[in-house]
């Protein structure tokens, strides 16, 4: 039975947890095992409790990471795969 961890950050909301475990759920139906069998479990990681680059995520402000941040760093929400990742 896979089990799966999704931490995101704080304010991620129900609306894109229920999305995320749904997505996630539907992968693992797609390689045979059954839906019943799948968990996720989403967390929502405090920004005072994380950060990226040694700065802390309480620290970003509203509008995401510092300029200059890596391009994943940058906006929030759930995302299709990166460009150029192998499909499965």
Known sequence: MPVTPVNVWEGFGLQKAKAAIEGITQIFVDLGIPAQ??????????????????????EWGVGGPPAGEPAWAQ??????????????
């Open 75 to 88: 906006g929030a929400g759930v995302r299709g795969p990166a460009a150029g990742a192998e499909q499965i």
């Open 37 to 58: 069998a799948v968990k996720v479990v989403v967390h929502e990681v405090p920004k005072s409790q994380g950060g990226i680059g040694g700065q802390p995520a309480s």
